[in-house]
């Protein structure tokens, strides 16, 4: 959990520039005559594209905000269905709600990300989309899911909230289907307080996108912007200047993030070696997580539990896994009308699996007592 671990006196420095050199704006367009040159989102926007290798970026106000924004760019809305994944955090599935579209979320396999095999099973002819989740920072079996998407003609957006950095086949997450969606909150491998990030494959879907979130605004350079073009209408999910020039600081330390992450993860890893009751989580062949947790499985939920209890007590936590399922699994948000659970026990499958796991934060300022509070533990109970 780095992002509010990292930020100092960086960040100050570059948000003071916008008082002294930028005038103190703090809306991302016009104003030239006072702010000079200073446009963080933009400059946010142009990095982000550049470090992860995409052609167009869209900053917005938030990781939710961008899959709302992702959806209304490839129009999906009423009559619409979208397929996710039922171990998410609940905002993946208020934006396809949002949208207007139907939600519709399939079992996890051993990735903890969707399961192709029922993802076709849940495919129809009102699909139009689906958010792939690589839920707490680790990829899924994605050749197949694409395989299955590009034969059916279904939009893939990559909800890359925890993925930052991740890789597969060669490319980073976020960048293998249509849309990737990024976070930006204070839990995230980089933090702008709140925030998000959107990265597109097609320009047609990336204009679309950057005037919806915008009111519609076409931010056309003909004409002032009280007299701008429009062709849709929108909504306003803008990034501030504050959040952009927070996120260019951030950016700059990405790398030295992942390094340390991967480092202290593989610390963990070496320790867990010797336990052969547990299993770690699959991770796809050629890929690379984001090194943001650590997630096992015992043979069944007790010893999750009982792990988590003793965990707790030597003064640590365990991260979603196996304690904070009301937030992060479809099968218990009865709240959501749309998903239709009271009429079907759905998700069985999903819960069985989840239940074994415990997932570990990975700290990018770790206490040397962190790994052996982890070993110890594990003796503990095994
Ligand atoms: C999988 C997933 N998607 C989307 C979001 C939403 O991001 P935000 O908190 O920036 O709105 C989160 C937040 O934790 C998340 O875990």
Redesign the pocket.
Known sequence: MPGFETIDKQELKHLKKIFQNGGGVLFRHGFENIRGSSFQVNEFEKKFAQKFKSKYALAVS??????RVALASLGIGKNDEVITQSF??V??VE?IVESGAKPVCTEIDNTLNMCPVDLLKKISKKTKAIIL????GSPGNITKIKKICKRKKIFIIE?T??GIGGIYNNKFLGTLGDIG?F???F??TITTG???MLLFKKKQHFLKAKAWHDHGHENNPKVPRWEDTRNSSGFNYRMTELQGAVGISQLKKFDSIFNKHKKNKNIILNKLKKFKEIRLRELPNNSIDASESLIFSFKNHNLAKKFRKIFFKKGYSTKILPEALSW?FAGKWTHIKELNLKKNNLYKESLKKIKKHVSLQIFYKMNDDYPKKIESTLKEIL
Request: glycine share 10%.
């Open positions: 938030s990781g939710t905000a961008a899959l998410t955090f905002a993946t934006a989740v690589h839920m707490l909800d909230a925890w969606t976070s930006f909150d839990a995230k709140e925030g998000g992060h």
